[in-house]
């Protein structure tokens, strides 16, 4: 059992492994937080936890009971205007114009498993592996009811929670707001860690202490964005990779995002993670309830290492497609940083040939195959073969394509429309711009209204129609720009603001028909390379295309902040040419490879010039990389050494088999030093009874000596080598093997 009720003092207290959710029913019906922490026992009541004492100039529930005050009380899912000053987890309003809501409780239901929405991305698990908890409040002088979900998976140290919203009445109600999960916390010890960036410098880890007031990250652009991640935590002060308490929180959501932390003046506590209540408001009526998505609570008191394998195990269980879950992912050759649109059959045939001799198993095609679009301008939207650069049809070049033994993937960006196009002269109220507004396009392209069930029925029927053709193995989903001016020619006035939800819905149904439609199909989100790399597109797309900055020392960065919140099978990770196209920076082929093995690997460059060095040098990395791909993949990931605090030169990870048999470690230099300190790297995840060899050498180490002691790294230059190269932006592997 993971739930525990008990009906007598109506405690309920969820537990997983190695953690406790504990809330209860207070004495005005409201429901209070108790305890979110490390695993405690069961008792009937937890008194020394609610203890409430009277404190001056604040407002109380009632006379009788002074003490009684919400201003200062953990709350479960709180309201506003009834004495809590602190941002609410929801708000509703009256036909009357009435903004004050007064939930009680009335009772739960208990269910084994846990089940999937609709119409949105769920988690999911059977009856062995979940739990779900529905706590009912009812609202009886508006006829409301919300209905708290919260799903414990035991094994994952994971609750998932969610909110939905039911209008019993026959007015129509507005929600201004509502948020997936809040958490009260009783005090502020806690740094505030988060993933912030740009466009190709997406997930740069941030971590500031927690102060009075408000602290929040959150996105405004109808997708997760770049600049911010759903995905943040909460850590104590002496919180590392190896020890200490940390609470994630992500969100299954891909529109815009709120993740808020409040310190009030008690110093306490309040975490909201949810749809951002800018930009959103909502009808509930009798006949539609209101489902907010799922929110990710996870806990450890073993560091982030901890927290961010037991996420990774989760994802791959509970979340992502399970045909593709453990599916290893094939090695690719994708042509866009090699030919942009500059390409015709002949061209690419060339690329293919010379990919399948290194060992390369899949060719995907990018952007410029379709209506004629031979640059950014035009022809999105028509999503047929331009038959000057395939005479005789895509279907025939991916004919060919198979019959070599390679699998074809495709770029789509679905979601955009190009103004020099078929589809807008059809359909130019498709196009998503505000009446009477200037439009302002972004890469010379405009959004189409997702939220219009008719753009949906196209798009799904111009994609299929290729996927049949062509036999497609892989689908790149792409969307290169957000939304502005935002409105819906398909939404009369009162809806405008429930477009951003619906855009995203929208998005999630054309998902949802194509990947049920075509099961064998791998579909690879990207949003201009990371712009949203969030759970709610892993539902659908078990990879993204983490960045499109495919620089070396850059991508470790995002790889390693990617890594705190997501698994390294979700991260496609490519080696590129250079001089880098996104910085200019020159970096050894070692290096490139070195970063992108440890996700979904492939390369993105123009093979056919490479000289007989580097073709060979290819040609064994690919080798490589199928002989540990299972590991690079799927072995539980462990960072070694943060890129983001210290003298940040120093980069190092790690992968280890599930049976600890085997592990490859990686070190990255960003600028080689003069006399520089003897240096051993200290490993993790080993067994410390087990004998290792390193790299093949004679002498052999246990886990415990490897771990504890470390693994003597020499110096980068050869001082007897007389031709000296750049030692900058180095990388050395360490491949450990049990003896």
């Known amino acids: 059992m993971t739930v525990h009720v008990n009906e007598d003092t109506n405690v309920f207290h969820l537990q997983t492994k190695n953690s406790s959710y504990v809330f209860q029913v207070l004495g005005n019906g409201d429901i209070g937080q108790v305890y979110y922490g490390k695993r405690i026992h069961v008792r009937d009541s937890y008194a020394n936890l609610m203890t409430m004492e009277r404190r001056d100039a604040t407002v109380a529930y009632n006379l009788e009971h002074p003490e009684f005050q919400p201003d200062h009380i953990k709350r479960e899912y709180a309201d506003f205007g009834r004495g809590d000053f602190r941002f609410p987890a929801f708000q509703i309003t009256s036909p009357d114009g009435n903004r004050i809501s007064d939930f009680r409780y009335a009772g739960y239901k208990l269910t084994r498993g846990k089940f999937r929405f609709e119409d949105m991305p769920a988690t999911f698990g059977d009856k062995e592996s979940a739990e779900t908890l529905i706590i009912k409040l009812v609202d009886f002088s508006a006829n409301l009811e919300i209905h708290l979900s919260y799903a414990v998976f035991p094994d994952d140290d994971v609750i998932v929670r969610s909110a939905k919203f039911i209008n019993n009445g ?6 201004n707001h509502a948020f997936s999960a809040q958490l009260d916390l009783p005090d502020n010890d806690y740094d505030f860690v988060h993933f912030s960036g740009a466009w190709a410098r997406e997930r740069h880890m941030e971590r500031t202490p927690l102060r009075s007031g408000v602290q929040s990250v959150g996105s405004l652009r109808t997708a997760s964005s770049h600049q911010e991640n759903p995905f943040v935590m909460l850590a104590r002060p002496h919180t590392n990779e190896n020890s200490g308490e940390a609470i994630g929180f992500n969100l299954v959501y891909s529109g815009n995002f709120l993740d808020q932390v409040e310190v009030d003046q008690f110093a306490t506590t309040r975490v909201l993670i949810g749809i951002n209540p800018n930009e959103f408001r909502w009808g509930l009526t009798h006949s539609s309830p209101f489902q907010t998505p799922e929110a990710v609570l996870a806990y450890s008191d073993q560091g982030f290492n901890q927290l961010s394998q037991n996420l990774a195990t989760f994802y791959s269980k509970h979340l992502v497609n399970q045909r593709f879950a453990k599916q290893e992912r094939p090695i ?158 398909a939404l009369p006035y009162g809806q405008q603001p429930e477009m951003p939800h619906r855009y995203i819905l929208g998005v999630y149904d054309l998902y949802d028909r194509l990947t049920q439609s075509f099961p064998d199909v791998m579909f690879e989100s990207c949003a201009s390379g990371g712009g949203r790399f969030d759970l709610g597109m892993m539902y ?200």
């Open 170 to 175: 026959n007015s129509l109600m507005e929600i």
């Open 540 to 739: 659908y797309a078990p990879q993204a295309w983490t960045s499109d900055d495919t620089d070396a020392y850059e991508r470790m960065l995002i790889q390693y902040g990617t890594s705190y919140g997501y698994s390294q099978s979700m991260m496609g990770a490519h080696v590129s040419a250079v001089p880098n196209d996104q910085t200019g920076r020159i970096t050894s082929l070692d290096t490139r490879a070195n970063v992108a093995y440890f996700g979904d690997f492939g390369y993105e460059l123009d093979i056919t010039k490479l000289n007989k060095r580097d073709r060979a040098k290819v040609e064994e990395q690919i080798k490589f990389y199928k002989q540990y791909r299972k590991l690079f993949q799927f072995g539980k990931f462990y960072r070694l050494s943060n890129p983001f605090e210290g003298s940040k030169n120093v980069a190092a990870w790690m992968v280890v088999s599930d049976d600890q048999s085997e592990a490859i470690a990686a070190r990255y230099q960003v600028l080689n030093q003069p006399q520089a300190n003897y240096l051993r790297i200290k490993f993790a995840g080993l067994d410390p009874d087990k004998e290792y060899r390193v790299n093949d050498d004679e002498e052999t180490y246990f886990g415990d000596e490897l771990m504890n002691a470390g693994y003597f790294v020499s110096q980068i230059l050869d001082p007897d080598k007389k031709v000296r190269e750049s030692a900058d932006f180095s990388s050395r592997l360490f491949v450990i093997k049990e003896v």
């Open 332 to 489: 690719l050759i994708n042509n866009w940083e090699a030919t942009y649109f500059d390409f015709n059959e002949d061209k690419l045939m060339t690329i293919a040939k010379d990919a399948k001799k290194l060992g390369i198993e899949m060719f995907v095609l990018d952007d410029g195959w379709f209506g004629k679009r031979d640059d950014d301008t035009t022809s999105l939207g028509d999503w047929f073969t331009d038959k000057r650069k395939f005479p005789k049809g895509l279907g025939h070049f991916a004919d060919q394509i198979h019959d070599m033994g390679l699998k074809f993937g495709l770029w789509f960006e679905p979601e955009m429309i190009s103004i020099e196009s078929e589809l807008y002269k059809e359909h130019s109220n498709w196009m998503i711009n505000a009446v009477g507004r200037p439009s302002t396009p972004g890469r010379n392209q405009f959004v189409l209204d997702m939220s219009y069930s008719e753009v949906v029925d196209y798009l799904y029927d111009k994609i299929s129609a290729v996927i049949k053709e062509t036999k497609l193995d892989y689908v790149k989903w792409d969307m290169n720009r957000y939304i502005t001016e935002m409105f819906s020619y």
